[in-house]
Nanobody, 115 residues
Framework: VQLQAFGGGLVQSGGSLRLSCAASGATLDGYVIAWFHQLPGKEREGVSC????????WTLDSVKGRFSISRDNAKNTVYLQMNSLKPEDTGVYYC?????????WGRGTLVTVSS
């Protein structure tokens, strides 16, 4: 599975962005897709994830109500809608596809939120 994350950019505080994680090479059926946030020198932190088969989601408390994850199985794509963005949301966002036996990462997309 190859993952490509895109949709990042520069946005003012309070603005919105929608990140996309597009998969190729195989269907995402059976995977859990997660978005991670990373600041320079810090570890990646899970932000939200979704089960492709059952649609069950989890979202980090600090972004709950502002970020939402969704999937389009026909497009083999997972989205992260980010609203009411804050400067602390700045960083590189990565998507990850994981099953019991496999773990794939895409290249990140940079989000910069100006105050």
């Amino acid at each position: 599975v190859q993952l490509q994350a895109f949709g990042g950019g520069l946005v003012q505080s309070g603005g919105s962005l929608r990140l996309s994680c597009a998969a190729s090479g195989a269907t995402l059926d059976g995977y859990v897709i997660a978005w991670f946030h990373q600041l320079p020198g810090k570890e990646r932190e899970g932000v939200s994830c979704i089960g492709i088969r059952d649609g069950v989601t989890w979202t980090l408390d600090s972004v709950k109500g502002r970020f939402s994850i969704s999937r389009d199985n026909a497009k083999n794509t997972v989205y992260l809608q980010m609203n009411s963005l804050k400067p602390e949301d700045t960083g590189v966002y990565y998507c990850n596809a994981e099953t019991k036996n496999y773990d794939y990462w895409g290249r990140g997309t940079l989000v910069t939120v100006s105050s």
